[in-house]
């Protein structure tokens, strides 16, 4: 059994938010993929700072975050970052889908989140990723 584990920033000023997107996408989104470690961040500073130390997989963003949401942030971090982990963008209105080309996501999640649908888009992104798959 391996100990492996991926580690996910979830980033929302609302509490509520991050918990919400834990919770539909879980522990193992998939069962060939490792277990996952969630790193919460309230504030930008946050993650800048996880991003930049290299310490995250993959980030999902909320796109209604305030001051700063997550579409404008996923766009900031793909432009500045070399390497930049994949980023998943949470957003409130499916009419807003077409925001996240823009924002150079890797993939959208729509409110309310589909359990289903949110822990089998984040195992496309993390299988897309350089992480290795766990045999099981």
Same mark, same amino acid.
């Given at each position: 059994m391996s100990t492996q584990t991926t580690k996910i920033l979830v980033f929302s000023h609302r509490p509520e938010v991050r918990e919400t997107i834990?919770?539909?996408?879980?522990r193992r989104?998939?069962?060939d993929l490792a277990r996952?470690?969630?790193v919460? =961040?309230? *504030?930008i500073a946050d993650v800048l700072y996880e991003v930049d130390n290299g310490t995250v997989d993959l980030l999902i963003l909320d796109g209604e975050a305030q001051p700063t949401g997550g579409m404008g942030l996923s766009r900031q971090l793909k432009d500045e970052i070399?390497?930049?982990p994949p980023i998943v963008v949470a957003v409130r209105r499916k009419d807003d889908r077409w925001l996240?080309?823009?924002?150079? =996501?890797? *993939?959208?999640?729509?409110h309310p989140?589909?359990?289903?649908?949110a822990a089998e888009t984040v195992a496309e992104v993390l299988r897309g990723s350089a992480l290795p798959v766990v045999k099981g």
């Open positions: 834990i919770t539909a996408v879980g989104p998939a069962p996952v470690d969630y919460e =961040a309230g *504030a070399t390497n930049c996240a080309t823009w924002s150079q =996501a890797d *993939a959208v999640l729509v989140l589909d359990p289903l649908a």
